[in-house]
């Protein structure tokens, strides 16, 4: 049932084309950021991502559905006996979808304990990892997530939030591929990474009320270092412009305003202690200006260096916290997880689609559903998500109704 439903949806989204970045083409797109001044989103960002993820679990929109729609107690029995057969009818499908994921991962694993039948040349395990993402799109788009363009990831490349404390480097040569995809976009505070709270102080950058930040609730990204294997990964509540912290192979660096502050601060200081200590000692002992210069410089330049290093370990502290709390699943195990989403969200949007449909007295589920019912559909939905969660999100009714077919064909 689920099978014959993606078909078109694989062929209409090019799902035998490339999963491969061209990075000449991002590289491009960075310089363009880096022209821009003070960019505060991806070009075209309200038109590339379109927020379809329902942020209510299957037993909360049922709730809210029986409240809002089913008054009579035969509806509501009616209703959910429809729940449970749907919830049924979706375990084997989904089952046969997640046995050949697993199967065709298993070769290029990197976490199995079992042995290795047969070692694979690294052409071999690339394109091996392209046959996976190309079977594993179709489940990500029914799990909702939305596909990052290459602009959103330049713009994470280049821009910084001034709430960022830790900022990375990337080199794209080292990459075969990097892809990204997201779902439950906000607009909010976000907490700070670190899980000891930060003393307040008057020489601090970071506000004391956070500002309100463009995140995800989830984002997935999918990478492979060039003569390495390929990294899944999961992760929860991570800002737009943080997204480059997430890929495998960084370097944690300091910000042109950070050395500029440090470097400042102990040209300043140092010039200070030199003229009001330094010229006295040299008059009393008689010691020679060349000496004491040379060892001044020498004292001033491990100061430098003791900062810059405390201040990288902070921040690569920050960045292990953040991989580590935040991580919800890794490669073999995201499969699952990812699966078992795409299950939900599917049953998510066969139960509105449902109870919308019958609120419109229409019954005739086996007839084609014309375009105005489906946009009445739509509408209908949207317009009571916005007012359930307040937020803006895109129903995708024609995948929904389609699936529901199917549904009544199978009972």
Not at 97 to 108: N, W
Not at 224 to 248: A, Y
Not at 265 to 287: A, P, Q, R, W
Request: proline content about 4%.
């Amino acid at each position: 049932m689920l099978c014959a439903a993606w078909v078109p949806l694989r062929m209409g989204m090019g799902i035998g084309q490339s999963f491969t970045r061209n990075m000449g083409s991002l590289t491009t797109k960075m310089a363009e950021y880096r022209k821009m001044w003070k960019p505060v989103e991806p070009k075209d960002w309200t038109v590339q991502y379109q927020e379809r993820h329902i942020p209510y679990t299957k037993c909360q929109l049922v709730h809210h559905l029986l409240q809002d729609f089913y008054s009579i107690e035969s509806e509501k029995n009616s209703f959910l006996s429809f729940v449970d057969q749907l919830e049924i009818s979706l375990l084997q499908p989904y089952h046969s979808i997640l046995e050949k994921l697993q199967a065709l991962y298993d070769p290029i694993n990197p976490d199995r304990d079992a042995l290795l039948e047969s070692s694979l040349t690294d052409s071999e395990k690339l394109s091996k990892e392209k046959e996976v993402l190309e079977h594993l799109q179709p489940v990500l788009d029914q799990a909702n997530f939305n596909v990052l363009s290459e602009d959103a990831l330049a713009y994470a490349l280049i821009v910084h939030h001034p709430q960022d404390g830790v900022q990375v480097q990337v080199n794209l040569d080292k990459y075969e591929y990097i892809k990204y995809w997201a779902l439950g976009q906000r607009l909010g505070p976000l907490s700070m990474q670190l899980t000891t709270k930060t003393q307040d102080s008057i020489f601090s950058r970071s506000p004391r009320t956070p500002p309100e930040r463009r995140y995800f609730k989830r984002v997935l990204v999918a990478a492979r270092p060039r003569n390495s294997h390929m990294v899944l990964k999961c992760f929860k509540d991570i800002p737009l412009e943080g997204l480059e912290q997430l890929l495998p192979v960084i370097k944690v660096r300091t910000s042109s305003f950070d050395r500029t502050l440090i470097n400042t601060m102990l040209v300043v200081s140092g010039c200070i202690v030199f003229v009001n200590v330094g010229m006295v000692v040299l008059t009393d002992l008689k010691i020679g200006m060349s000496l004491l210069l040379f060892c001044f410089v020498g004292f001033m330049t491990f100061r430098t260096w003791k900062v810059f290093s405390q201040r990288r370990k902070t921040h690569s502290l920050e960045l292990a916290h953040m991989l580590y709390y935040k991580s919800t699943s890794n490669n073999a195990e995201l499969l699952g997880a990812i699966t078992l989403r795409a299950q939900e969200e599917h049953a998510k949007e066969v139960i509105l689609a449902q109870t919308i449909l019958k609120h419109l007295n229409s019954h005739d589920n086996e007839a084609e559903m014309d375009p105005r019912t489906v946009d009445q559909i739509k509408e209908r939905a949207e317009a009571w998500l916005q007012a359930k969660t307040g937020l803006e999100i895109y129903f995708p009714a024609e995948r929904a109704l389609q699936n529901l077919k199917l549904l009544d064909k199978t009972q």
